[in-house]
T-cell receptor, first 111, second 113 residues
Framework: QKEVEQNSGPLSVPEGAIASLNCTYS??????FFWYRQYSGKSPELIMF????GDKEDGRFTAQLNKASQYVSLLIRDSQPSDSATYLC???????????FGQGTTLQVKP | DVKVTQSSRYLVKRTGEKVFLECVQD?????MFWYRQDPGLGLRLIYF???????EKGDIPEGYSVSREKKERFSLILESASTNQTSMYLC????????????FGPGTRLLVL
């Protein structure tokens, strides 16, 4: 069973701090990795995707990928209360076009 | 911008009713997906389609069927609704090929009484 594991949290950080969200996956064949944000009662929205080992930055968000360790993370700098949400990690399942989702980490940013 | 729409935001049905959930995408995407999301269970794939009239079972297809007669439209059918099908239903689409990013619709919250 191919799996994506995330700590469910909640992860609580003060406003302005760096939030670090982590994800591990079991399928070494996974090639693409995604982070989605989901506010309570809403649908997931894409934040970032990453394909290559290393870091990818987009504004306050940085995705980090280490395929050897089967680990992907999302850093949120200068966290804001509006970042409070559940963050879903997703990885591709072979060449099927399907994504495997983790159960999500709930982030709380306290003013 | 990719737009995925779902026919209803909230739906209340009775046990045994046949329920249709519709999803439409406007970006000519090849792939379309139906998920359900429940607290503590995360997103679970029900069915997906990679082409018109093509479908594949996901992880939890029992009690559901799907239809894709046109590229932009993917319907989820609950043949005889049961209370354990009360859930949030999410539709998504993706370009296909090497473009695997999935874009989600707003979701339908279904309550079966």
């Amino acid at each position: 069973q191919k799996e994506v594991e995330q700590n469910s949290g909640p992860l609580s950080v003060p406003e302005g701090a760096i939030a670090s969200l982590n994800c591990t996956y079991s399928d070494r064949g996974s090639q693409s990795f995604f982070w989605y944000r989901q506010y309570s009662g809403k649908s997931p929205e894409l934040i970032m995707f990453i394909y290559s080992n290393g870091d990818k930055e987009d504004g306050r968000f940085t995705a980090q990928l280490n395929k050897a360790s089967q680990y992907v993370s999302l850093l949120i700098r200068d966290s804001q209360p509006s970042d409070s949400a559940t963050y879903l990690c997703a990885v591709t399942s072979g060449n099927t076009g399907k994504l495997i989702f983790g159960q999500g980490t709930t982030l709380q940013v306290k003013p | 911008d990719v737009k995925v729409t779902q026919s209803s935001r909230y739906l209340v049905k009775r046990t045994g009713e046949k329920v249709f959930l519709e999803c439409v995408q406007d970006m000519d995407h090849e792939n379309m997906f139906w998920y359900r999301q429940d607290p503590g269970l995360g997103l679970r794939l029900i069915y997906f389609s990679y082409d018109v009239k093509m479908k594949e079972k996901g992880d939890i297809p029992e009690g559901y069927s799907v239809s894709r007669e046109k590229k932009e439209r993917f319907s989820l059918i609950l043949e005889s609704a049961s209370t354990n099908q009360t859930s949030m239903y999410l539709c998504a689409s993706s370009q296909g090929g090497s473009q695997e990013t999935q874009y989600f619709g707003p979701g339908t919250r279904l309550l079966v009484l």
